[in-house]
Protein backbone atom coordinates (compact mmCIF):
# COMPACT_ATOMS: atom_id res chain seq x y z
CA UNK A 1 0.00 0.00 0.00
CA UNK A 2 1.53 3.32 -1.07
CA UNK A 3 -0.79 5.21 0.16
CA UNK A 4 0.35 8.08 3.35
CA UNK A 5 -1.32 7.12 6.79
CA UNK A 6 -2.14 9.93 8.05
CA UNK A 7 2.02 10.90 9.48
CA UNK A 8 2.41 13.53 11.19
CA UNK A 9 5.37 16.08 10.01
CA UNK A 10 8.24 16.00 12.76
CA UNK A 11 9.81 18.67 14.37
CA UNK A 12 6.96 21.28 14.09
CA UNK A 13 6.38 23.62 17.08
CA UNK A 14 3.36 22.99 19.20
CA UNK A 15 0.72 25.94 19.06
CA UNK A 16 -0.54 27.19 22.05
CA UNK A 17 -3.83 24.38 23.82
CA UNK A 18 -2.69 21.96 21.39
CA UNK A 19 -1.64 18.52 22.68
CA UNK A 20 2.50 17.98 23.15
CA UNK A 21 5.40 16.83 21.15
CA UNK A 22 5.62 13.09 20.86
CA UNK A 23 9.44 12.51 22.57
CA UNK A 24 10.69 9.81 19.71
CA UNK A 25 9.76 11.73 17.08
CA UNK A 26 9.34 15.53 17.83
CA UNK A 27 5.95 15.09 15.88
CA UNK A 28 3.07 17.44 17.20
CA UNK A 29 0.39 15.11 18.24
CA UNK A 30 -3.64 15.47 18.92
CA UNK A 31 -5.85 13.17 20.08
CA UNK A 32 -5.76 9.97 18.84
CA UNK A 33 -2.08 10.02 17.43
CA UNK A 34 0.19 7.29 17.89
CA UNK A 35 3.55 6.93 17.65
CA UNK A 36 4.60 3.52 15.53
CA UNK A 37 7.48 2.06 16.53
CA UNK A 38 8.30 0.77 13.04
CA UNK A 39 7.89 3.75 10.98
CA UNK A 40 8.95 5.58 13.51
CA UNK A 41 6.18 8.40 13.05
CA UNK A 42 3.49 9.17 14.37
CA UNK A 43 -0.02 8.44 12.43
CA UNK A 44 -2.92 10.40 12.96
CA UNK A 45 -5.65 7.62 14.60
CA UNK A 46 -3.12 4.98 13.90
CA UNK A 47 -4.57 1.28 13.83
CA UNK A 48 -1.83 -0.94 14.03
CA UNK A 49 1.29 -1.32 11.64
CA UNK A 50 0.36 -4.00 9.02
CA UNK A 51 3.24 -6.59 7.92
CA UNK A 52 1.21 -7.26 5.06
CA UNK A 53 1.39 -4.26 3.81
CA UNK A 54 5.02 -2.99 5.01
CA UNK A 55 2.73 0.50 6.31
CA UNK A 56 0.45 1.92 8.78
CA UNK A 57 -3.22 1.62 8.76
CA UNK A 58 -4.18 5.35 9.94
CA UNK A 59 -6.45 7.92 9.18
CA UNK A 60 -5.88 7.95 5.53
CA UNK A 61 -5.47 4.80 3.92
CA UNK A 62 -7.71 2.62 5.99
CA UNK A 63 -10.36 2.30 3.18
CA UNK A 64 -7.82 0.85 1.22
CA UNK A 65 -6.57 -1.41 3.76
CA UNK A 66 -10.34 -2.55 4.40
CA UNK A 67 -10.88 -3.11 0.56
CA UNK A 68 -7.57 -4.70 0.54
CA UNK A 69 -8.74 -7.74 3.26
CA UNK A 70 -11.86 -7.81 1.32
CA UNK A 71 -11.01 -8.61 -2.23
CA UNK A 72 -8.13 -11.14 -0.81
CA UNK A 73 -10.97 -12.55 0.77
CA UNK A 74 -12.86 -12.90 -1.90
CA UNK A 75 -10.10 -13.73 -4.08
CA UNK A 76 -9.35 -16.87 -1.74
CA UNK A 77 -13.46 -17.65 -1.97
CA UNK A 78 -13.07 -17.35 -5.77
CA UNK A 79 -10.12 -19.76 -5.84
CA UNK A 80 -11.89 -22.19 -3.81
CA UNK A 81 -14.74 -22.32 -5.81
CA UNK A 82 -12.84 -22.65 -8.86
CA UNK A 83 -10.79 -25.77 -7.43
CA UNK A 84 -14.11 -27.59 -6.56
CA UNK A 85 -15.56 -27.79 -9.87
CA UNK A 86 -13.82 -30.49 -10.92
CA UNK A 87 -15.50 -32.14 -7.49
CA UNK A 88 -19.05 -31.30 -8.44
CA UNK A 89 -18.46 -32.35 -11.84
CA UNK A 90 -17.18 -35.62 -11.04
CA UNK A 91 -20.38 -36.17 -8.74
CA UNK A 92 -22.24 -34.47 -11.58
CA UNK A 93 -20.91 -37.00 -13.73
CA UNK A 94 -22.00 -40.09 -11.09
CA UNK A 95 -18.03 -40.73 -11.25
CA UNK A 96 -18.46 -40.92 -7.46
CA UNK A 97 -20.91 -40.50 -4.63
CA UNK A 98 -21.14 -40.44 -1.00
CA UNK A 99 -20.09 -44.30 -0.53
CA UNK A 100 -17.45 -44.26 -2.68
CA UNK A 101 -13.38 -42.86 -1.16
CA UNK A 102 -12.64 -39.36 -3.19
CA UNK A 103 -9.70 -39.59 -4.75
CA UNK A 104 -8.14 -35.47 -5.18
CA UNK A 105 -4.87 -34.93 -7.05
CA UNK A 106 -2.58 -33.68 -3.99
CA UNK A 107 -1.92 -30.80 -5.87
CA UNK A 108 -5.47 -29.45 -6.07
CA UNK A 109 -6.13 -30.59 -2.13
CA UNK A 110 -3.13 -28.43 -1.42
CA UNK A 111 -3.99 -25.46 -3.23
CA UNK A 112 -7.85 -25.77 -1.81
CA UNK A 113 -5.79 -25.56 1.51
CA UNK A 114 -3.82 -22.64 0.97
CA UNK A 115 -7.02 -20.86 -0.48
CA UNK A 116 -8.85 -21.78 2.34
CA UNK A 117 -6.12 -20.73 4.70
CA UNK A 118 -5.80 -17.59 3.25
CA UNK A 119 -10.47 -16.87 2.80
CA UNK A 120 -10.58 -17.77 6.50
CA UNK A 121 -7.63 -15.67 7.23
CA UNK A 122 -8.35 -12.12 5.17
CA UNK A 123 -12.30 -12.71 6.11
CA UNK A 124 -11.30 -12.47 9.60
CA UNK A 125 -8.88 -9.52 9.18
CA UNK A 126 -12.07 -7.73 7.42
CA UNK A 127 -14.69 -8.44 9.77
CA UNK A 128 -12.18 -6.98 12.67
CA UNK A 129 -11.43 -4.00 10.86
CA UNK A 130 -15.19 -3.79 10.93
CA UNK A 131 -16.31 -3.83 14.12
CA UNK A 132 -13.17 -1.83 14.67
CA UNK A 133 -14.83 1.11 12.44
CA UNK A 134 -18.33 0.58 13.58
CA UNK A 135 -17.71 0.83 17.16
CA UNK A 136 -14.64 2.98 16.78
CA UNK A 137 -12.62 2.86 19.73
CA UNK A 138 -10.41 5.92 19.02
CA UNK A 139 -13.33 8.27 18.22
CA UNK A 140 -13.52 11.46 21.08
CA UNK A 141 -15.99 12.90 22.22
CA UNK A 142 -17.68 15.56 20.41
CA UNK A 143 -15.71 14.24 16.65
CA UNK A 144 -17.98 13.15 14.20
CA UNK A 145 -18.08 9.38 14.31
CA UNK A 146 -18.70 9.14 18.04
CA UNK A 147 -22.45 9.14 17.08
CA UNK A 148 -23.49 6.20 15.61
CA UNK A 149 -22.05 3.42 13.72
CA UNK A 150 -23.54 4.75 10.32
CA UNK A 151 -21.38 7.96 10.85
CA UNK A 152 -18.34 5.84 11.30
CA UNK A 153 -19.15 3.95 8.74
CA UNK A 154 -19.11 6.84 6.53
CA UNK A 155 -16.26 8.50 7.77
CA UNK A 156 -14.37 5.84 6.60
CA UNK A 157 -15.54 4.76 3.16
CA UNK A 158 -16.54 8.19 1.96
CA UNK A 159 -19.48 10.90 3.34
CA UNK A 160 -22.65 9.12 1.12
CA UNK A 161 -23.47 5.97 -0.28
CA UNK A 162 -21.56 4.99 -3.94
CA UNK A 163 -20.07 2.83 -6.20
CA UNK A 164 -17.09 4.49 -4.85
CA UNK A 165 -17.06 3.08 -0.83
CA UNK A 166 -16.02 -0.17 -3.07
CA UNK A 167 -13.57 1.27 -5.42
CA UNK A 168 -9.86 1.48 -4.30
CA UNK A 169 -9.09 4.37 -6.68
CA UNK A 170 -11.17 6.56 -4.70
CA UNK A 171 -10.21 8.07 -2.08
CA UNK A 172 -12.82 9.00 0.89
CA UNK A 173 -12.15 12.53 0.72
CA UNK A 174 -10.69 15.20 2.48
CA UNK A 175 -10.39 14.99 6.39
CA UNK A 176 -11.52 18.04 8.15
CA UNK A 177 -9.66 19.53 11.06
CA UNK A 178 -10.30 19.20 14.18
CA UNK A 179 -9.93 22.04 16.32
CA UNK A 180 -6.56 24.39 15.69
CA UNK A 181 -4.13 23.33 13.97
CA UNK A 182 -0.30 24.22 13.74
CA UNK A 183 1.01 23.03 10.52
CA UNK A 184 0.12 23.99 7.73
Same mark, same amino acid.
Given at each position: ????????????????????????? *?? #??????????????????????? /? %?????????? @????? +??????? +? *????????????????????? %??????? @????SLLF????????? +????????????????? /????????????? %??????????????? %?????????????? *????? #?
Amino acid at each position: MFTDPGALPAGAPPAPGLAGCCPLC *GA #VRPPGAHHCGVCQRCIRRAHHHC /P %WVNNCVGEDN @RKFFV +LFTLYTA +L *GALHVMLLLSVPALRAYARGE %WDLRTPV @RLRASLLFLFMVALNGF +LFAGLMFTIQMHSILTD /PQSQPGEPGQASA %WTNLKAVLGPRPSPA %WISPFASAGPRAAS *GPQAV #V
